[in-house]
């Protein structure tokens, strides 16, 4: 299939906090050396964080209020053109990165495509069964699915995808992603912005991005071997004391499962039932590791953080607040 690149037009919106420092420039120096060019770069900067000193050219910093996802769901704001790349401000592109995209996802007809820039297909065995134990996260085998989301709210990812291989995906790292900006706009991302309202970073809420994406009938992609690169830098950390960081995390875990899987339109008693189920095993098995964590180091906050955490989640769930949000599908 030929594809002539020089007929489409893409923006591009990054969110930041303004610290991102060496990791931006070099992003930024990378969007400016792509093989085809940005038409604009607006970039989200929180309210009340300095402007980053280093500038190209093009970039259009807009001030909006802080939060992942109020910064993400700006994105759409000025944008005119036809395609859409949304950043982080810690990403590294190499010089045919979204030329590359475009065509994965014109030759694949889809309406979304995500580079994969976490690697878990790298994770040691120890790791893997770490991140069951205490989170629920599955390995497959290529199965020609990059991420599928299960019905207690996690995810199980492909431990042995081919090289540079492409593959339809459930959902992907919010570190970067090229979407038709209608179809983002469709989703209407600023629906979520309840999640800002919990600390910054304890949130799953790339996983919600891009779930609703799938869960809405749009095509999602997921790219290995780009190139493309997370420079990782922190502005999405979690700075809470440990007892908040466990009933936060706690409390996302439940309310991700909640929104995303449980309380769907369309889903019968019977589909609740399993939801419940699995997340009751999720439940189970953090109890177990928060138990022995708490034993091992005389603390037993870290068994309370988590209960609290998962009640405040029911809570939320029952509030009038939450029930009156559009539900998670559309259409």
Known sequence: MTVNNNKFEYSVAIRTLGTGGEKYRKE??????????????????????????????????????????????????????????????????????????????????????????????????????????????????????????????????????????????????GTACFCKTEVFRDIHYEDEIWIDQFPAGTFG??????????????????????????LDAGTNNVHEKPYKKIKYRALSYYLTWYRTCYDLKGNGIFEKFLCILAYLWRFILGLCTRIVYSIVKLQPKHLIAFMHGNIEGLCFAWSKKYKQLNNFILK
């Open 205 to 230: 809420e790339d996983q919600i991005m891009s779930y609703k994406l799938y869960k809405n009938d749009y095509k999602v992609l997921m790219a290995y071997d780009t190139g493309i690169l997370h």
């Open 28 to 173: 930024i120096e990378s969007l400016h050396s792509q093989t085809i060019k940005p038409k604009n770069i607006f970039v989200f900067i929180a309210e009340g964080y300095k402007r980053p000193d280093f500038q190209i050219g093009i970039e259009n910093y807009i001030y909006v209020q802080k939060g992942l996802v109020h910064q993400r769901a700006a994105s759409l704001q000025g944008v005119d053109t036809e395609f859409l790349l949304i950043l982080d401000d810690d990403i590294f592109l190499p010089d045919n990165a979204v030329e590359r995209l475009y065509e994965i996802m014109v030759a694949y007809d889809a309406d979304c495509i995500a580079p994969e820039t976490f690697n878990n297909q790298n994770l040691s065995l120890f790791q893997k069964i770490g991140y069951y134990v205490a989170n629920g996260v599955k390995t497959r085998g290529n199965d020609e699915w990059a991420i599928k989301i299960l019905r207690n709210g996690t995810f199980s990812f492909n431990s042995a995808p081919d090289k540079g291989g492409v593959y339809l995906t459930q959902s992907f790292p």
